[in-house]
């Protein structure tokens, strides 16, 4: 199988890293699944992917509900062919120091990132091994190393890295390999609001972040993209189990 009839599915793919992510992949002759919360929101991903000549289809899909998840990737298997390439993107902030921070902001943040990577992971895989091989990408991120008001958010991303690495000594013997990448500062509507919250305009708060950041830049979302790219692909086989850090440099 070639990468031309392979079918991948990136969650949360309506806009951001997401986005990007799921355009790459259909660049690459991957046919792609965008899965987002509401159908609609994914329209543009997947115009974007046939105006190029590409193949995509739009799927609507809570990554936290068991019952929607089956539905959704039997879906992308009635329509697009069976998947053996996942990119758990979907996230969600609910930002707040720990005094703060209320039950449901912890519950949302879990339930998107590690209850809806789990849930995704588990329907797509039976796929993968009938098939003898696969690729999982999980989205951690450098908060990961912890950061502060962030302490669902940094406890579920580094939740994704023990995931990850437990997928990979469980499937890798079907020809399934696991990695996640953690992404630094990247540009995006997230980090936008995050400007918001902390009261700084977004130019200024990306000038402040590059500053920080040895290659002098903040991230875009195909800096994720082509990473993913990579770990998603042939030549990938023997990676796995890894986190990358994707920050413009070493974090300490």
């Not at 899965?35 to 289809?57: C, F, N, P, R, S």
């Not at 936290?64 to 697009?80: P, T």
């Not at 990850?164 to 980090?191: Q, R, S, Y």
């Not at 950041?213 to 994720?224: A, M, Y």
């Amino acid at each position: 199988m070639t990468e031309q009839n392979r079918v991948a599915i990136v969650t949360g793919a309506a806009r951001g890293i997401g986005a990007a992510t799921a355009i790459r992949l259909a660049a690459d002759g991957y046919a792609v699944a965008v899965i987002d919360l509401e159908e609609a929101a994914g329209k543009d991903t997947v115009e974007k992917i046939t105006a190029a000549g590409g193949k995509a289809l739009a799927v609507g899909a809570d990554v936290s509900n068991g019952e929607q998840v089956a539905a959704a990737v039997d879906r992308v298997v009635a329509e697009l062919g069976a998947p053996t390439i996942l990119v758990n993107n979907a996230g969600v902030l609910r930002d707040n120091l720990l005094f703060k921070m209320s039950e449901s902001d912890w519950d949302t943040v879990m339930n998107v990132h590690l209850k809806g990577a789990f849930l995704m992971s588990k329907a797509c895989q039976k796929h993968m091994v009938d098939a003898g091989y696969g690729r999982i990408v999980n989205l951690s991120s450098s908060s990961a190393l912890g950061n502060r008001g962030q302490a669902n958010y940094s406890a579920a991303k580094a939740g994704l890295q023990g995931f990850t690495k437990t997928l990979a000594k469980e499937l890798g013997k079907f020809g399934i390999t696991a990695n996640a990448v953690a992404p630094g500062f990247i540009a995006t509507d997230m980090t936008a609001a995050t400007a918001e919250r902390v009261g700084m305009g977004f130019e200024e708060f990306k000038a402040a972040a590059a500053s920080m950041i040895p290659v002098n830049r903040v991230g875009v979302p195909d800096d994720i993209a082509h990473t993913v790219s990579f770990l998603v692909s042939e030549g990938a086989g023997f990676v796995s189990g890894q986190v990358v850090y994707v920050a413009g440099g070493p974090l300490d």
